[in-house]
């Protein structure tokens, strides 16, 4: 599951440190390589996030998601591009108007 199968929840756990639920998107696509695909694959990942959280879906599939914060947490492969960063920062500020934190990390390399 990844930032390219806007259906699916790619993973979700409960943060052992916070007790926040986070649900992770998973993005393994390279920025310099169709920069616009990528940025539209990544907003229908977090419009479908939304839609999940939203529904009230999240508590059907994830029951002990009541009562938590919830964090979208975006795992990517490769760092942020300069549009990339200016994208992240917008959807960041409207997902926390939902009440949704949204986070970036680096992949660990292997």
Known sequence: MSVDQADTIDVAT?????GELWLTISDHLPWDDNEGD???????????????????EIFKKVPDAKGRGIVINLV?????????DFFYGKARAAIERAGVRLQFSL???N
């Open 14 to 18: 409960i943060d052992k440190a916070s």
């Open 38 to 56: 990528h940025l539209v694959l990544l907003q229908n990942k977090l419009n479908a996030y939304l839609r999940f959280i939203e529904s009230g």
């Open 76 to 84: 990517g492969k490769f760092p942020l591009s300069h549009k990339a």
């Open 107 to 109: 992949m660990s390399p």
